[in-house]
């Protein structure tokens, strides 16, 4: 088993027992009660599920995926297709902490980049971390036609740089052999 997945099947199941002990996700803290629906991140729901951009001219595409908030996390996966191959993929979460909500960001499963919540609510977050390279900021919108927008931005070279996606709600078709 690769290190990466028994890394995610610890951290899920110690999420697990915690949550059956009724115990705190931190052995204790204020404010990191487990719970089936964490009131801390409800101002996110409208990224929960399954997304694709549409295929392009190439037949490109990205997709991706959030749970629920629950036991004070969404988790998410996202993945660029270009030329029937996996040219990117990222791991995502977002996470209540004491010192608030974080987007943390792995891309290729690389080290973590962590993002603050720095405005939430209306169908729209914006996560921000001044000290990172590219991106800056991270932006979520849900459009009023049920799709979802992304956005990321910040400086590059000295330049103002940005790119976004508009998804589509997607469900991902089991693999046939």
Same mark, same amino acid.
């Given at each position: 088993m690769s290190r990466i997945i028994r890394c995610f099947v610890a951290a899920f199941a110690s999420l697990a027992l915690a949550a059956i002990a009724g115990c705190n996700a931190d052995g204790g803290s204020p404010g990191m009660r487990l719970s089936p629906r964490d009131a801390g @991140? $409800?101002? @996110?729901? %409208?990224m929960t599920g399954t997304w694709s951009t549409p295929r392009d001219t190439s037949g490109n595409r990205v997709e991706e995926h959030w !749970? !629920? $908030?629950?036991?004070g996390t969404l988790m998410g996966v996202s993945r660029t297709l270009r030329g029937g191959q996996t040219a990117f993929y990222e791991y995502l979460r977002i996470e209540r902490t004491p010192e608030g909500? %974080?987007?943390v960001a792995q891309p290729r499963g690389a080290q973590e980049t962590r993002f603050k919540l720095v405005e939430s609510g209306g169908n729209r977050a914006v996560f921000e971390n001044p000290e990172h390279d590219f991106p800056t900021r991270i932006i979520y919108r849900g459009l009023p036609d049920g799709r979802l927008h992304a956005r990321i931005e910040g400086q590059q070279r000295g330049q103002s740089r940005y790119e976004e996606w508009f998804y589509r709600p997607a469900e991902i078709a089991a693999a046939t052999p």
């Open positions: @991140l $409800a101002d @996110l729901w %409208f !749970t !629920t $908030a629950e036991a909500i %974080f987007y």
